[in-house]
């Protein structure tokens, strides 16, 4: 199986089990201490990895996934570049890639109860433009119907069904914690990492046809050729 996925494949699959492991052991350990009380309802995510010793765990965890997105993010694009895509939108889809993995790392670095303004923002990142990252290739897709489709045929139309359901839990999350009914819209939170973890994790089949990774150093035109002799040295070697 490796030898006909590749390792890169790997890579993706490995983030949605780290990512899902990460945040449910946070919510373990948060139960375990009592730092939340599930007969007041389900709390959130960020309220889990609040309160010490977790907050430390969740920051950890947090930052080696988002490394993880960032690295997968990378690859995704030159994948693209590699396939013909447009460089605008091609970078439009990195960069809300990139922001999703610096969401994810402010969230585990600024916990809610210390620095909330700064919290919500990594937040708004980690989901909300995390999101948009897997709609913006949806809408590639759509648009270049030349462009390469590994895996089955089926693979596309459940991203489709993901992405949708993602954005109506999201939108139902906004509207319950807007009316304070703070429980129902905790579990929309879960159920959307989860899906955004299952979405990352279906970039292995993108990746399936990669063997590897060459990095490449191109020199500068005037670092190309050697530098030219003094006219004085010319004349005594000549």
């Known amino acids: 199986m490796l030898g006909m996925w590749g390792y890169l494949s790997l890579l993706p699959v490995f983030l949605a089990l780290w990512a899902v492991a990460s945040i449910w052991t946070v919510f373990a350990i948060a139960v375990a201490n009592r730092t939340v009380n599930l007969t007041e309802g389900i709390p959130y995510i960020s309220l889990c990895g609040s309160y010490p010793p977790q907050s430390c765990i969740f920051s950890q965890l947090l930052n080696m996934g988002a490394a993880l997105a960032a690295w997968i993010c990378i690859l995704r694009y030159h994948q693209f570049r590699d396939w013909g895509v447009a460089k605008w939108l091609n970078q439009l889809i990195l960069w809300s890639g990139l922001l999703c993995a610096l969401g994810t790392s402010v969230v585990g670095n600024f916990q809610q109860k210390n620095q909330q303004a700064t919290h919500l923002t990594g937040a708004f990142f980690a989901l909300f433009v995390g999101h948009l990252y897997f709609w913006l290739q949806l809408l590639l897709s759509w648009r270049m119907k ?25 939108v139902t999350m906004v509207i319950l914690h807007t009316n304070l009914l703070r429980s129902a819209s905790a579990v929309c939170e879960w159920a959307v990492a989860m899906l955004l973890f299952v979405l990352f994790g279906l970039l292995a089949v993108d990746f399936s046809g990669v063997s590897g990774c060459t990095l490449c150093l191109q020199p500068r035109p005037s670092l190309s050729q050697p530098p030219a002799l003094p006219a004085s040295l010319q004349t005594q070697m000549f």
């Open 146 to 170: 030349s462009l390469p489709q590994p895996g089955a045929p089926w693979i596309g139309p459940l991203r489709l069904v993901l992405c949708s359901l993602c954005t109506f839990l999201m």
